[in-house]
């Protein structure tokens, strides 16, 4: 079946450097995209979103890339910091699934000091 | 002000037990949803009501109904609970027609 694609792997990042998360996605219906940041005993929080139509967009401090050829959402982090410390999940909708977002498994990021 | 508010934050209970999780949202968005997060961090949605209408039932056992009295509320209550239902269970709100959204804190359910 369809579904938006991450195993739990852990990224273990030092702080101040660059933090990359990547994300697979397999519905090419899929029109728009939000990435997630879930710190932990909380519920997951809005970081940024995309839409199908671009394949970049900035926030502050983080990234979007899209690449709809192959399927790929990576979320950039710059100069990552101990409160960048989370599970990170991205999350797809489509036209056809109406305000549903199917979230992918997730990633860990761990910053070291 | 917490934008989504969900009771209990931790629910242990013995298997066979009725137990229900409450949620209230002021932001005041027209649809409301429930997620379930494994001990793997994995999302999966289970119900989404809008403006006190089920639009999305996913394959959840019919022990797992949702009540929404009005739009600012959607509660789940279970029914014979079972170790597998042991999870965090996610409410959250969004408008129709806009895009992401508000997830409450989480309930933690331990079923032993």
């Known amino acids: 079946g369809e579904s938006v694609g991450l195993h739990l792997p852990t990224l273990s990042v030092q702080e101040g450097d660059n933090s990359i998360i990547n994300c697979a996605y397999s519905n090419s219906a899929s029109d728009y995209f939000i990435w997630y940041k879930q710190e932990s005993g909380k519920g997951p929080q809005f970081i940024i979103d995309i839409r199908s139509n671009m394949d970049k967009r900035q926030g502050q401090r983080v990234t979007v890339l899209l690449n709809k050829t192959v399927k790929h959402l990576s979320l950039q982090i710059a100069a990552t910091q101990p409160g960048d410390s989370a599970v990170y999940f991205c999350?797809?909708?489509?036209?056809?699934?109406?305000?549903?977002?199917?979230f992918g498994g997730g990633t860990r990021v761990l910053v070291k000091p | 002000d917490t934008a989504v508010s969900q009771t209990p934050k931790y629910l242990v209970t013995q298997m066979g037990n009725d137990k229900s999780i409450k949620c209230e949202q002021n932001l005041g968005h027209d649809t409301m949803y429930w997620y379930k997060q494994d001990s793997k961090k994995f999302l999966k949605i289970m119900f989404s009501?809008?403006?006190?209408?089920?639009?999305i039932n996913e394959t959840v056992p019919n022990r797992f109904s949702p009540k929404s009295p009005d739009k600012a509320h959607l509660n789940l209550h279970i029914n014979s609970l079972e170790l597998g239902d042991s999870a965090v269970y996610f409410c959250?709100?969004?408008?129709?027609?806009?895009?992401?959204?508000?997830f409450g804190s989480g309930t933690r359910l331990t079923v032993v």
């Open positions: 009501y809008n403006n006190k209408e089920l639009i």
């Open positions: 999350a797809e909708t489509s036209p056809a699934a109406g305000n549903k977002l199917t």
């Open positions: 959250a709100s969004s408008q129709q027609g806009a895009d992401g959204y508000t």
